[in-house]
């Protein structure tokens, strides 16, 4: 399992693809791990993509120290663990809590990501009250507690019938999630509002979201496409919150296309 010293911790990474390819830098959800992208490996590392992916801080083989966590330290273990792989520069996609992160990404260091994609997420994501609920949750139950409910907001109801398979795939991921990890990156989450900010992007932004999204809604994601300048905007047909995941082709042929890959 590769580990690199990154912004004072050890992240879990992976790397696919040719060794000369162009870097793509792929961040995951809240309460996942680098394996959410498998749907996209093959057809990207096909284009010849050298793919980079992690788990983040709190999440999957990475450290999960005590948190809380912050968007900007999220976004500057990206950073280092790019400084650590040599990559100079690299494109950018991230989902939920990884488009989270992408956001920072372009307002602090643009300089290091040539082309942004910002999948199902969301620039603020009130209430503070929603998260206190979670994290106290998780406290008492562990991940366990919420994991119905999350599996009920990432998969539209024609997906939990039809592809069990694949739900209790990321049912595991979310079970194997360090409570502690969670509940750092949720009160990143929770203290984040960076509306404000991300108009200043000028990096290549594509902001996709699946249509029928409950959690970082297609309202969200127009507000950052609003707010982003020359960004561009496509939604993801019968797909909820893990767009990658419930309709990998549409998704990852956006990201293709966006990439000019």
């Known amino acids: 399992m590769p580990l690199i010293d990154a912004n004072g911790i050890r992240l879990h990474y992976r790397i696919d693809g040719p060794e000369d390819g162009r870097p ?7 309460a996942s791990n680098l394996h959410m992208w498998d749907p996209q490996i093959a057809d990207l590392t096909a284009a010849g993509l050298r793919v980079i992916r992690y788990d983040s801080r709190g999440h999957g083989g990475s450290d999960a120290p005590e948190g809380p966590y912050s968007i900007e330290m999220l976004a500057e273990d990206a950073v280092a663990l790019l400084d650590g792989l040599g990559v100079v520069r690299a494109d950018f996609c991230g989902l ?3 488009g989270m992160v992408g956001q920072m990404l372009g307002v602090r260091h643009a300089n290091r990501v040539s082309k942004l994609i910002l999948a199902d997420t969301g620039a603020y994501m009130p209430t503070k009250e929603m998260w206190d609920g979670r994290i106290k ?6 991940m366990e507690a919420v994991a119905d409910a999350t599996l009920e907001r990432w998969f539209t109801p024609a997906s939990h019938q039809s592809r069990p398979g694949d739900l209790e795939k990321v049912r595991e991921m979310i079970l194997g999630t360090p409570p502690q990890g969670f ?3 949720c009160r990143a989450i929770q203290a984040m509002d960076q509306r404000g900010s991300i108009g200043a992007i000028t990096t290549p932004t594509l902001v996709l979201v699946g249509a029928e999204d409950p959690a970082t809604t297609p309202d ?7 707010l982003i300048k020359g960004s561009s905007y496509v939604e993801i047909p019968a797909a909820a919150h893990f767009a990658n995941f419930e309709q990998p082709e549409l998704f990852t042929k956006a990201m ?6």
Do not use: D, M
Request: some cysteine.
């Open 96 to 98: 939920s809590k990884g």
């Open 220 to 226: 969200h994601a127009k507000e950052i496409h609003g």
């Open 137 to 142: 949750t998780v406290e008492k139950g562990g």
């Open 24 to 30: 793509l830098l792929l961040s995951n959800s809240l």
């Open 183 to 185: 509940i750092g990156c």
């Open 256 to 261: 293709l296309e966006f990439l000019g890959a």
